[in-house]
């Protein structure tokens, strides 16, 4: 097992080097000139400089090498540095000074490091997402485990409807809805998410929750109608397996037969589902942080889009696509792991 | 001894043997699944929705002939015609049955015109992504040489972040397709063109298994040993067997397509601002919901029944055309 992960892992550099090599292309491709919003006025050979500044002088391949090494070298040490010097967690270690001052990613949009504003728009997009994603999860996975138990039950023809609902009804429908009803008509949530708030007391925290129930909930509807349906065909393949018939045979009880013995052997496909399915509700936050403006991610990545901020795109775009592989490589280890037949080497 | 196989007894065996009623016609595999699918509720509804939408906006235009590009601002603003049950007063009425919006436009007319581009982009996309699917999954089942460099390619292809690179393949190529297909050409071709280069990898990959798996069996090495090329093989002997699964993601992919269409659209990166289309029409009202939230709910509505009718005829799709289900 430890040598699949680490085939993995290094079996994911290239992967990650090719989809950079794609996103930095694409942007290579594109037409759109950083320069078109400088006035009329500045002179040819001035813009040539305040091209060359930007880094646009020279040929391609020195561009993706550069950012390259400022991606994954420079920006590691700003990491590490941080991490010894400020953070808590490792705080207690010995300071360390590897950055020297490079020159970092820089955004064209606000000439500061593009890293440190993803760092501060991560946290927003990580409470949104991560909470809908948990509560996604612990609505679907009783459904499914119910609804499997009474195959063709009304609660089973019901639950299938609604998570088909669910699961057709795309986030921008859904978050205007949810506006409509519940702060327009009924006003008891606030239509916008308000990210400076602070919690202190009892009272800041229920402004809290009352802001991200609706984020939250039409994130997590796409979540609980995919892994419902999963958990209720994992439990319905595993239900009629003769295991199960053998533990009831020697007296277990019912809760028992179905809450350890068949829903451990479910779990099995589900986590992965839940694993892999990681990646795209970060993909689904663009639009749902747009209906709510959470200033999240995925509002900087759609920002810097219109704003021809290639640096910010290119980076953002990249972490997008390291947490699908990083997801798809826990998915891997996680089944081989739960799944004792499953041996890769 | 000929003739004792004409006594009385004998007969009698024969008589046990041969059926009472007379023979049913042989049945053939399509009845098998129009059978099973019929009995699918859902997927018949899903289906005859969906025959229904398309149609509805192919046909539309001549029999609600409003021009969805019109303006009238003396009759801006009007109320669906269902305000009347309630609101006497309303602005409605039967000239403008789903009301019009700030300046004076048809609602009717523009959720036909918006339903025929979202619709058109959805098929068109889902059979590119088909095209390029299968094009794929044959020949890396067919062909060991590819198989492992495709797979590789289709695996990295799967590990790209799907929605940031279609934001950014349209934001940056926008520009050229404009100027050389016009506006709104321009963009249909590059939204066709991205969904279907980003959602072929699940075809491919379902097609390449069932054609590994097809290709060992006796039927193929009997067209082999017989002589047809590689190119007959697969047109005559494996596509009509994997035609079942291309269908079901046939149309898990127009379900995709659709919600892509209007997710570029609502985020402000589709089609040009007076081009409707279903998701543009949704992003549109968005900011005058509080008056007037039937603008959010008609375009909402229709995309989210079309999605949901297409997953619905997947699922009785894929009980129909499986051979292990049908029949029970």
Same mark, same amino acid.
């Given at each position: 097992?430890?040598?699949?992960?680490?085939?993995?892992?290094? *079996?994911?550099?290239?992967?990650?080097?090719?989809?950079?090599?794609?996103?930095?292309?694409?942007?290579?491709?594109?037409?759109?000139?950083?320069?078109?919003?400088?006035?009329?006025?500045?002179?040819?050979?001035?813009?040539?400089?305040?091209?060359?500044? =930007?880094?646009?002088?020279?040929?391609?391949?020195?561009?993706? +090498?550069?950012?390259?090494?400022?991606?994954?070298?420079?920006?590691?040490?700003?990491?590490?540095?941080?991490?010894?010097?400020?953070?808590?967690?490792?705080?207690?270690?010995?300071?360390?000074?590897?950055?020297?001052?490079?020159?970092?990613?820089?955004?064209?949009?606000?000439?500061?490091?593009?890293?440190?504003?993803?760092?501060?728009?991560?946290?927003?997009?990580?409470?949104?997402?991560?909470?809908? +994603?948990?509560?996604?999860?612990?609505?679907?996975?009783?459904?499914?485990?119910?609804?499997?138990?009474?195959?063709?039950?009304?609660?089973?023809?019901?639950?299938?409807?609604?998570?088909?609902?669910?699961?057709?009804?795309?986030?921008?429908?859904?978050?205007?809805?949810? %506006?409509?009803?519940?702060?327009?008509?009924?006003?008891?949530?606030?239509?916008? +998410?308000?990210?400076?708030?602070?919690?202190?007391?009892?009272?800041?925290?229920?402004?809290?929750?009352?802001?991200?129930?609706?984020?939250?909930?039409?994130?997590?509807?796409?979540?609980?109608?995919? %892994?419902?349906?999963?958990?209720?065909?994992?439990?319905?393949?595993?239900?009629?397996?003769? +295991?199960?018939?053998?533990?009831?045979?020697?007296?277990?009880?019912?809760?028992?037969?179905?809450?350890?013995?068949? *829903?451990?052997?479910?779990?099995?496909?589900?986590?992965?589902?839940?694993?892999?399915?990681?990646?795209? %509700?970060?993909?689904?936050?663009?639009?749902?942080?747009?209906?709510?403006?959470?200033?999240?991610?995925?509002?900087? *990545?759609?920002?810097?889009?219109?704003?021809?901020?290639?640096?910010?795109?290119?980076?953002?775009?990249?972490?997008?696509?390291?947490?699908?592989?990083?997801?798809?490589?826990?998915?891997?280890?996680?089944?081989? =792991?739960?799944?004792?037949?499953?041996?890769?080497? | 001894?000929?003739?004792?196989?004409?006594?009385?007894? $004998?007969?009698?065996?024969?008589?046990?043997?041969?059926?009472?009623?007379?023979?049913?016609?042989?049945?053939?595999?399509?009845?098998?699944?129009?059978?099973?699918?019929?009995?699918?509720?859902?997927?018949?509804?899903?289906?005859?929705?969906?025959?229904?939408?398309?149609?509805?906006?192919?046909?539309?235009?001549?029999?609600?002939?409003?021009?969805?590009?019109?303006?009238?601002?003396?009759?801006?603003?009007?109320?669906?015609?269902?305000?009347?049950?309630?609101?006497?007063?309303?602005?409605?009425?039967?000239?403008?049955?789903?009301?019009?919006?700030?300046?004076?436009?048809?609602?009717?007319?523009?959720?036909?015109?918006?339903?025929?581009?979202?619709?058109?982009?959805?098929?068109?996309?889902?059979?590119?992504? /088909?095209?390029?699917?299968?094009?794929?999954?044959?020949?890396?089942?067919?062909?060991?040489?590819?198989?492992?460099?495709?797979?590789?390619?289709?695996?990295?292809?799967?590990?790209?972040?799907?929605?940031?690179?279609?934001?950014?393949?349209?934001?940056?190529?926008?520009?050229?397709?404009?100027?050389?297909?016009?506006?709104?050409?321009?963009?249909?071709? /590059?939204?066709?063109?991205?969904?279907?280069?980003?959602?072929?990898?699940?075809?491919?990959?379902?097609?390449?298994?069932?054609?590994?798996?097809?290709? $060992?069996? $006796?039927?193929?090495?009997?067209?082999?040993?017989?002589?047809?090329?590689?190119?007959?093989?697969?047109?005559?002997?494996?596509?009509?067997?994997?035609?079942?699964?291309?269908?079901?993601?046939?149309?898990?992919?127009?379900?995709?397509?659709?919600?892509?269409?209007?997710?570029?659209?609502?985020?402000?990166?589709?089609?040009?601002?007076?081009?409707?289309?279903?998701?543009?029409?949704?992003?549109?009202?968005?900011?005058?919901?509080?008056?007037?939230?039937?603008?959010?709910?008609?375009?909402?509505?229709?995309?989210?029944?079309?999605?949901?009718?297409?997953?619905?005829?997947?699922?009785?799709?894929?009980?129909?055309?499986?051979?292990?289900?049908?029949?029970?």
């Amino acid at each position: 097992m430890l040598t699949f992960t680490l085939r993995r892992l290094i *079996l994911s550099v290239p992967t990650l080097l090719f989809i950079s090599l794609v996103i930095f292309g694409l942007l290579q491709l594109a037409p759109g000139d950083p320069m078109a919003q400088v006035p009329l006025t500045v002179p040819p050979e001035v813009k040539q400089k305040m091209r060359e500044a =930007l880094g646009l002088g020279a040929p391609w391949y020195v561009q993706y +090498y550069k950012w390259l090494i400022q991606f994954f070298w420079i920006e590691p040490k700003i990491f590490i540095d941080y991490l010894t010097n400020t953070s808590f967690l490792f705080g207690w270690l010995p300071d360390t000074a590897f950055y020297q001052g490079e020159l970092r990613v820089i955004s064209w949009q606000t000439r500061s490091p593009v890293m440190d504003i993803v760092v501060q728009r991560m946290p927003q997009t990580l409470w949104v997402v991560g909470l809908s +994603y948990i509560v996604g999860i612990v609505i679907a996975i009783p459904i499914g485990i119910y609804s499997a138990y009474k195959h063709y039950s009304v609660f089973d023809q019901a639950g299938t409807f609604v998570t088909m609902v669910g699961f057709s009804i795309p986030p921008f429908f859904t978050g205007p809805l949810l %506006i409509v009803i519940f702060s327009v008509t009924l006003g008891w949530l606030p239509s916008i +998410y308000d990210t400076t708030h602070v919690v202190t007391d009892w009272e800041s925290f229920k402004i809290q929750f009352f802001q991200m129930v609706m984020p939250v909930m039409v994130l997590a509807l796409q979540t609980t109608a995919q %892994i419902s349906r999963y958990m209720r065909g994992a439990m319905l393949d595993n239900l009629n397996q003769d +295991y199960v018939r053998t533990a009831r045979a020697k007296g277990l009880r019912e809760g028992v037969v179905v809450m350890v013995h068949v *829903l451990r052997n479910s779990m099995i496909p589900v986590v992965t589902v839940i694993a892999l399915g990681m990646p795209a %509700i970060f993909g689904g936050a663009i639009i749902t942080e747009n209906v709510f403006k959470v200033n999240g991610i995925g509002q900087l *990545l759609l920002t810097a889009l219109f704003a021809n901020d290639l640096p910010m795109v290119m980076t953002l775009t990249f972490i997008f696509a390291i947490l699908i592989v990083l997801f798809n490589l826990i998915a891997d280890v996680l089944y081989g =792991l739960l799944d004792p037949r499953i041996r890769y080497d | 001894m000929t003739d004792q196989a004409t006594t009385p007894d $004998e007969i009698e065996v024969f008589g046990a043997l041969t059926d009472k009623e007379p023979q049913k016609p042989p049945r053939s595999q399509w009845k098998d699944v129009w059978d099973q699918f019929r009995k699918h509720k859902g997927a018949v509804f899903g289906g005859g929705f969906l025959l229904f939408i398309t149609l509805g906006v192919i046909f539309g235009p001549w029999l609600w002939d409003v021009d969805p590009k019109t303006l009238d601002i003396r009759n801006k603003d009007w109320r669906p015609i269902y305000t009347l049950l309630w609101d006497g007063d309303a602005k409605a009425g039967w000239s403008h049955p789903f009301g019009t919006d700030q300046l004076g436009r048809d609602i009717l007319a523009q959720m036909i015109a918006g339903g025929r581009v979202s619709m058109a982009v959805g098929w068109l996309a889902m059979g590119l992504a /088909l095209l390029i699917g299968t094009a794929i999954g044959v020949m890396s089942g067919y062909f060991k040489r590819l198989d492992f460099l495709m797979m590789r390619f289709t695996d990295l292809v799967l590990s790209l972040p799907i929605l940031p690179l279609t934001l950014l393949a349209v934001t940056l190529f926008r520009q050229p397709l404009n100027s050389r297909f016009g506006p709104e050409g321009g963009m249909f071709i /590059l939204i066709v063109g991205i969904i279907g280069l980003t959602s072929w990898m699940q075809t491919a990959r379902i097609v390449r298994g069932d054609i590994l798996a097809l290709k $060992e069996r $006796e039927f193929i090495l009997a067209a082999r040993s017989i002589g047809t090329t590689s190119g007959k093989i697969i047109r005559r002997h494996l596509l009509p067997n994997v035609i079942s699964p291309i269908m079901v993601s046939a149309t898990l992919g127009l379900a995709t397509a659709i919600i892509t269409e209007s997710a570029l659209s609502f985020l402000g990166v589709g089609f040009p601002s007076d081009y409707p289309t279903w998701g543009k029409l949704l992003a549109d009202a968005v900011q005058r919901m509080q008056d007037y939230p039937e603008r959010v709910l008609l375009p909402g509505i229709a995309i989210s029944l079309t999605v949901l009718s297409v997953n619905y005829l997947g699922d009785g799709l894929r009980d129909a055309l499986d051979p292990r289900i049908r029949g029970r």
